[in-house]
């Protein structure tokens, strides 16, 4: 792609760019990103000069900046989310498997996250490719799929009696009053790839539209086993300073909460994306 080196990550996902700067980058560049993060699902970056009005300025070049409305927010900042977990915590936040959004309408198209404060050990973010997974299924249940919808909510996670608010996070989340529920179809086609993806996540989707409890958990835990292969997935190692940027649409992605006593910190931008469309 032109002169930018991209250079694939792992077998299943995502890409390395390794030869430019987020915060002085050309319009034609930012095109590019927009290209190639639809097509590896997550692009890397090490070493950005990108404090926080940057990282805002470098996000808006991409669309509107959706407010997280679960997340603490820099005070400065209202519009980047703090992905903070104290070295005396016990729960972060995202750890396990999702996709930013989904149980909104018009889901975010993508995230930028930028790591300020690593532990020393632990603390990867690992990704899934969620074109590829859908690829790999037979034509018998890619058809199936083909005419489901599924529901997703965040109710189970922040509302009142949530997951969170059971744990050493409830302080530090917000908004449990203002959950939500949408209902998107089971593959979509991406809006810009044109590809085919799996759009249902272990985190947020609770159900299939108009199929009991049982029969949506045993397809969903089959897709979720499915797509979770290691074929199809890739694990960032954080440094200071590194950035990841990812289209919602066709990855999830988890942070693994394996570096207690330590404290981590990041800070994540949510781009709006479009209603999604069914095949
Ligand atoms: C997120 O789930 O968006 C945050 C991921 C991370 O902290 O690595």
């Not at 997935?233 to 919602?248: I, M, R």
Request: net charge negative; proline share 3%.
């Amino acid at each position: 792609m032109q002169h930018l080196s991209i250079v694939p990550f792992s077998s299943g996902c995502g890409a390395l760019i390794d030869n430019l700067q987020l915060a002085t980058c050309t319009d034609t560049e930012v095109d590019l990103l927009r290209q190639a993060s639809s097509e590896f699902g997550v692009l890397f970056f090490r070493n950005q000069v990108l404090p926080p009005h940057e990282h805002l300025r470098f996000g808006r070049r991409f669309g509107n900046v959706v407010v997280n409305k679960f997340f603490q927010h820099l005070t400065e900042y209202p519009e980047i989310a703090e992905v903070r977990k104290e070295k005396q915590q016990e729960t972060n936040i995202g750890g396990g498997w999702h996709t930013d959004h989904s149980y909104d309408d018009i889901p975010a198209m993508g995230s930028i996250l930028v790591a300020r404060q690593v532990p020393s050990r632990g603390g990867a973010t690992h990704f899934a490719n969620l074109y590829a997974a859908y690829d790999d299924l037979s034509d018998g249940l890619k058809k199936v799929l083909h005419s489901l919808t599924a529901i997703h909510s965040n109710d189970h996670l922040y509302g009142e009696s949530g997951y969170y608010a059971k744990t050493d996070l409830a302080n530090q989340l917000q908004g449990q009053d203002s959950v939500s529920e949408a209902t998107h179809p089971v593959v979509i086609v991406h809006p810009r790839s044109g590809r085919k993806a799996l759009y249902v996540n272990p985190a947020h989707t609770i159900g299939i539209t108009g199929w009991s409890q049982e029969e949506s958990r045993a397809l969903l835990n089959y897709l979720y086993e499915h797509a979770a292969q290691s074929k199809y997935t890739c694990q960032f190692n954080w440094e200071t300073d590194s950035v990841a940027l990812w289209d919602n649409r066709c990855t999830w992605h988890f942070a693994q909460n394996d570096y207690h006593g330590e404290a981590r910190l990041m800070h994540r931008l949510t781009i709006e994306g479009t209603r999604l469309v069914g095949v």
